[in-house]
């Protein structure tokens, strides 16, 4: 008799430690779906009240590591972490929270060395990609505490529709000449071609204090057609400023040179100012505020010299899954005050809009795509036309960036242009078809 109360009384108690099993389970089935569904603060009140009974079951650890990184607690999510770990050292999910959480608490040599570690396990290519962001992020922190230098040089190949970016027709009707029909010169209509061109540059930047740095930069570019001669491009810029970041936000201020040539000779000139405000809501939310002063010179058409004063926003979003979408939004307006007395008709205002984003397709394939719009309205009547001008330019960007290698970028895409104005002459299209191949140095 003693010998059944005994086996039935261990059945009971098989049964209520099955049952216990069972009910924690679905406890930790539940905050898994919890964080699944980003309600990380669920997770974490439903976790928190075990950890007395549950710490160093390494699942149970994972899950309320992973729920306190998500909500900010980074000093408990390394403890429940540490202790997942202890338990299972190669478990690849544990160490990169961990790896996170150290990153928030701003121990970025260990962060780093985490980070690396995992990065060498055989991870699906979104995690890969969220890791290598993180690893990016520590060493724009790293580069802001001293010296860095970087460059690039690049080359491309691609047809051009309309190289000189003139009318399509080749007749104009001139209402101060009575509207008499004139001819146009050939290189004053639209002429295709096919064109290469190679570039490079560099920039500089050095840390004054772990807030203030010293900035500085160059760009060449020349373009050739194929038989386009009087139509080759070139220009030189360089610029140098300072960048104060405290916090979230980011003050540059600049001054900016620029060069740039058609045929070999110099056309315009522009040397300015512009001042930078950027907050950064989060990692992956910034808003962008900027303003611009610019005087503009022609050396060989003095009439057309011109102050440029431009102010805009833009706003930038970065977003996770799997197609891992940034995406922008901008607006800008001001105009360009001529210098010359008597020809309004030159100076003019200008508004307008960009937009664009961009989306990974592979870990090393992405599709961007850009519009913008800006319309021009001039100050006086055309001499010739005897209307005020007012064009509305439309700019489309379709592309693809692939990256077979570390530095290395390949990118192929098309861009369409269309300038429609109320003076016939000054309307065009122009289409490119091109790639570019681009090799960074850091």
Same mark, same amino acid.
């Given at each position: 008799?003693?010998?059944? @109360?005994?086996?039935?009384?261990? @059945?009971?108690?098989? &049964? ?84 996170? +959480? ?84 050939? +290189? ?92 950064? &809501? ?102 010739? &036309? ?47 078809? &091109? ?8």
């Amino acid at each position: 008799m003693r010998t059944l @109360c005994r086996l039935f009384l261990s @059945c009971i108690l098989l &049964f209520a430690l099955v049952d216990t099993v069972q009910a924690a389970d679905a406890v930790l089935e539940q905050a898994r779906q919890f964080i699944e569904r980003n309600e990380a603060k669920a997770a974490y009140e439903l976790l928190i009240p075990l950890q007395s009974e549950r710490a160093g079951d390494p699942v149970y650890d994972l899950l309320l590591g992973s729920a306190a990184n998500n909500i900010g607690k980074y000093s408990e999510a390394v403890f429940a972490l540490e202790r997942a770990l202890a338990m299972q050292p190669d478990n690849a999910q544990a160490r990169a929270e961990i790896a996170r +959480a150290y990153f928030y608490l701003g121990e970025r040599p260990t962060a780093k060395s985490e980070f690396e570690s995992v990065s060498k396990q055989d991870l699906p290519p979104a995690v890969l990609a969220t890791i290598r962001k993180y690893l990016d992020a520590i060493t724009r922190v790293e580069s802001a505490e001293r010296t860095t230098i970087a460059g690039y040089a690049e080359m491309t190949v691609g047809w051009d529709s309309n190289v000189n970016a003139a009318t399509g027709g080749s007749q104009v009707a001139v209402p101060a000449f009575g509207g008499a029909i004139l001819t146009l010169n050939r +290189a004053g209509t639209s002429l295709s071609d096919n064109f290469g061109s190679v570039g490079g540059g560099g920039s500089v930047r050095h840390a004054l204090t772990p807030k203030l740095a010293l900035l500085g930069g160059i760009d060449v570019k020349k373009r050739v057609n194929s038989r386009q001669d009087d139509f080759n491009t070139g220009f030189n810029a360089e610029n140098v400023g300072f960048n104060y970041t405290q916090d979230k936000n980011s003050y540059t201020f600049a001054y900016q040179k620029q060069d740039y040539y058609v045929d070999y000779n110099l056309y315009r000139q522009a040397r300015g100012v512009i001042g930078q405000y950027q907050h950064a &809501f989060t990692e992956a939310s910034v808003l962008t505020a900027y303003a611009q002063y610019t005087p503009i010179e022609y050396p060989a058409q003095d009439i057309r010299n011109a102050n440029r004063a431009v102010g805009g926003l833009a706003y930038a979003r970065a977003f996770g899954g799997e197609y891992q979408p940034v995406v922008f939004l901008g607006g800008y307006g001001g105009s360009e005050a001529e210098k010359a007395l008597n020809v309004p008709h030159l100076g003019h205002e200008f508004w307008g809009l960009r937009a664009g984003g961009r989306f990974s397709l592979r870990d090393n394939l992405a599709l961007f795509a850009n519009a913008s719009r800006e319309e021009r309205r001039y100050g006086g009547a055309d001499p010739l &036309f005897l209307t005020s001008r007012h064009d509305a330019q439309n700019d489309l960007a379709l592309g693809l960036v692939y990256t077979p290698a570390k530095f290395w970028s390949t990118t192929p895409q098309i861009t369409y242009t269309r300038n429609d104005s109320n003076i016939q002459i000054n309307q065009f299209e122009r289409t490119q078809i &091109f790639v570019t191949v681009r090799r960074e140095f850091k």
